[in-house]
Each structure stands twice: as structure tokens, then as C-alpha cells.
């Protein structure tokens, strides 16, 4: 399926100074803004969007064109929000874009914002990316330079300015309220909604948040057309009404246990073991899979029997992983202790809660305490039950908190428990009373 396909997203990857604009453009950059500013109005942009059917990429995977239409019709002020906070586990597509290639995301941003009339732009960018931040303030620089933004972009009455704004390392502001509470100088704590961020967003105004990777695929829908996109990925199921299709080009991070690490541009629904096997030579020392995080550390666990599941936005769901999330793929092979690797878990979602859902705040830290019994060997068998129970009760998917944070800590706990349920019981069994620093 994949044997053919020629990557895009990283078609720039390993160009010498591929992060100038004279290189961007002399390999047909900026040529898509052009395109959309000449050739096509706000609204047909958007029209175009929604019909590639492109979903976000950064990990709910909301349908981008939808999100741009809920922006009211009557509005003054339009804000676009990037988000590259990236604070996933296992995640760093847009970092590979930013540094690589940062012109094109300000290309994708410029169209993004030409389609919903934005004149203002803040990439949202984590704070621990310093290279990321530096290549990109430079790229910024040059597009000012050259004319590419600021007043009266290429001749035309489109004028957009972009900002950089570094977050302060908190993984609550990769949800986009949080991150617009945290833009405006406040505390990164998530809104209720609604209103939406396309009501009411950056300083109340109506805000569109789109990550780095969704708008770089924005970029070659104008470039090669809405047929060229559909014909890459997964088509909706018929049969399912729910089932939008995973259409176009992903970025897979792939991390852990294997013999060639990195960022792999495929289709989406790349079977998960041809991706481990074919593009990341395997598992290293010639070992076999434990458990993979086929999306994040908050979409939860495959086991070694369901490798060949395709990663795209449906399948993944149907063995009980939470969704694709970002594509990061983590890899664990046979030796790996599941307890260990459920207890970093357990430990990261606690300290990142905000604490502003008492099920989210409360629920991680009985999860981590009960993972810290279960290592220090004082656990019982039925801690398990507690356990599941607790991850069944906290999130947006029950109705108890405001944004899905506790989801993204509970489904690891969730798959796996359920799935490594044995190996639990027998390190609870022969744990017992060890304690462990």
C-alpha cells in the first residue's frame, strides 16, 4: 500500500538550508498563497477544505474546513491560533516542520488565515523547542522581508502578521482553550464550552486553533487539489455514518524499542506493524513487541496480536485505543515491564493536571498512588478494580470534566490493565511486600 508513496510533508527533508526562503521557493514555495490569493475567495478556500475532508492533525481529529465554517458570519475580528505546543509523549512531527522547513507552516498559515479572514496570527510554540523558535523567527523575518507578510501580501488587499509566543512547558496548554488562556497571559486552564473558541476565543474575539501539521496539509490541498488528497488514506465506511474517513498524508513519530527511530511520511492507515517492521527496521535486538503506544501516550495500548491494525482515525478505536491522537508511536518490546511503563503514565498526567476538575485532579493522583502501591509491592488484586473503576469515571467521554486531559490519562490505565491484566496480577503476586525506591 505504501511502497509507492512519495512524501510531501517531508519532501524538503535533508535539502541543505531548506530552512531559507530563497531554497523554499526556488522548490515551488509560496506558489499555493499565490494561487489562493489570485485565483480563489476566502470562502472557496474553505469550500475547498471541506471537501478534501482533511481532520485536524494534532489530536481530536476534528474536521479542519468544519471548524473554519462555525466561525460566525457576521464577525469583524478573526484570530488564528497554531498550535505547536507538541507536549504529547512520543510526539515530534511539528518540531521535524518547524526546523526543517518552517516556511512551509507559515505558508499554511497564511492560507489558513486567508480563508478565514484573519489578520492576526500567534503560533502558540512549546517552550522547550529553542531551535524550533529560533528557525522560525528567522523564517518570519525573511517573509516580512520579502514582502510575504505584513500590509498588502504579493500586491493584494490580504495583510496578515504572525507572532511567536513561547508557552511555559505545561502539557494542559496543548488543548486549545487552555492555550488561548495561557496566550493571553493568564493561567493555561481550559474554558467550559460552550462558547467555542470560533465564537469566542483569543480576547473574546472569534478564534480558529489549527496544529502545525494540519496547516502544512492545507498547503498541498491548494497545490495539487482536493482529487490528489482523497486519493491518499483511508475512505469513510458506508456502512458507518459516524466514520469521516482518514484522508491524506500523516506524519508517524516512531520512538522506543526499535532499530530506526524517526518522523515517517505515509498514508494514512499504514498498518502498524508494516510502519514498526518496513520503516523503523523492527524491534531492536531482535526482540518482540510488547505493548505499543500507537498515538500518544493518551490513546492507550496495543498489544503484540493487534499489530496489524491500521493507524488511521477509526481503527484504532475498534481494538480500544482512544483514537490516532498524533500518529507518536512508541514500541516496547517483550522485556518490558507494562507496571513500569503504566506507572511514568499514571505519574506524568498527574503532575500535568491543571486541578481545576476535581474527577481529573483527584482521579490521576489515586491512579499514581495506587500504581506507587502496586510497585512498592502493597497492593492487592482487587487495587485493579479500583484502578479501572476510577479510569472509567473521569473525562469528557462519562460528562466530568471540561476537557479531555483525564481521557488521555485514563484509556492507558484502561487497555492496559484490561489487556496486561495477568501481568499485573502476578507482579502484585510476587511483589508482595517489596519495596521499590
Not at 510531501?8 to 538550508?17: F, K, Q, Y
Request: with cysteine; glycine share 10%.
Amino acid at each position: 500500500m505504501t511502497r509507492d508513496y512519495e512524501p510531501v510533508l517531508l519532501a524538503n527533508l535533508g535539502v541543505p538550508d531548506s530552512h531559507r526562503l530563497d531554497v523554499y521557493r526556488s522548490r515551488g514555495g509560496y506558489q499555493a498563497i499565490e494561487k489562493a490569493l489570485r485565483q480563489h475567495t476566502p470562502e472557496e478556500v474553505v469550500e475547498l477544505v471541506v471537501q478534501s475532508k482533511l481532520r485536524g492533525r494534532g489530536g481530536a481529529g476534528f474536521p479542519c474546513g468544519m471548524k473554519w465554517k462555525f466561525l460566525p458570519k457576521d464577525r469583524t475580528v478573526t484570530y488564528l491560533c497554531v498550535n505547536a505546543d507538541e507536549s504529547e509523549p512520543g510526539t515530534f512531527n511539528n518540531r521535524i516542520l518547524m526546523e526543517n522547513d518552517p516556511h512551509q507552516v507559515l505558508e499554511g498559515i497564511m492560507i489558513a488565515a486567508y480563508a478565514t479572514r484573519a489578520q492576526t496570527a500567534y503560533i502558540y510554540i512549546r517552550y522547550e523547542y529553542v531551535r524550533a523558535h529560533r528557525i522560525l523567527q528567522q523564517a518570519i523575518q525573511e517573509a516580512y522581508d520579502a514582502g510575504l507578510l505584513g500590509r498588502n501580501i504579493l500586491g493584494t488587499e490580504f495583510s496578515l502578521d504572525i507572532y511567536l509566543h513561547r508557552g511555559a512547558g505545561a502539557y494542559i496548554c496543548g488543548e486549545e482553550t487552555g492555550l488561548i488562556e495561557s496566550l493571553e497571559g493568564k493561567r493555561g486552564w481550559p474554558r467550559t464550552k460552550p462558547p467555542y473558541p470560533a465564537v469566542e476565543g483569543v480576547f473574546r474575539k472569534p478564534t480558529v486553533v489549527n496544529n502545525v501539521e494540519t496547516l502544512c496539509c492545507v498547503k498541498h490541498i491548494l497545490d495539487r487539489g482536493v482529487d490528489w488528497f482523497l486519493s491518499i488514506g483511508v475512505p469513510a465506511d458506508p456502512n458507518n455514518p459516524r466514520d469521516l474517513g482518514s484522508y491524506g498524508p500523516k506524519l508517524y513519530c516512531v520512538s522506543g524499542h526499535v532499530n530506526r527511530p524517526g518522523c515517517y511520511e505515509l498514508p494514512l492507515g499504514v498498518p502498524c506493524r508494516e510502519l514498526i517492521e518496513d520503516y523503523a527496521g523492527g524491534v531492536r535486538n531482535g526482540k518482540g513487541v510488547k505493548a505499543v503506544i500507537p498515538g500518544g501516550l493518551s490513546m492507550g495500548f496495543l498489544r503484540a496480536d493487534e499489530l496489524d491494525t491500521p493507524l488511521d482515525f477509526s481503527s484504532l478505536q475498534k481494538v480500544g485505543c482512544l483514537g490516532l491522537g498524533t500518529a507518536a508511536v512508541v514500541v516496547f518490546d517483550e522485556d518490558t515491564s507494562i507496571v513500569d511503563i503504566l506507572h511514568r503514565s499514571c505519574r506524568f498526567f498527574a503532575h500535568e493536571s491543571c486541578g481545576q476538575c476535581t474527577p481529573c485532579r483527584e482521579g490521576t493522583a489515586w491512579m499514581y498512588r495506587i500504581l506507587n502501591r502496586i510497585r512498592n509491592g502493597e497492593a492487592e488484586p482487587s487495587d485493579l478494580e479500583i484502578l479501572l473503576e476510577i479510569a472509567d469515571s473521569i473525562g469528557i467521554i462519562p460528562g466530568t470534566t471540561i476537557c479531555g486531559l483525564a481521557d488521555g490519562a485514563a484509556w492507558p490505565v484502561k487497555t492496559a490493565v484490561r489487556k496486561f491484566r495477568e501481568e499485573f496480577e502476578e507482579y502484585i503476586r510476587t511483589r508482595k511486600g517489596v519495596t521499590v525506591g
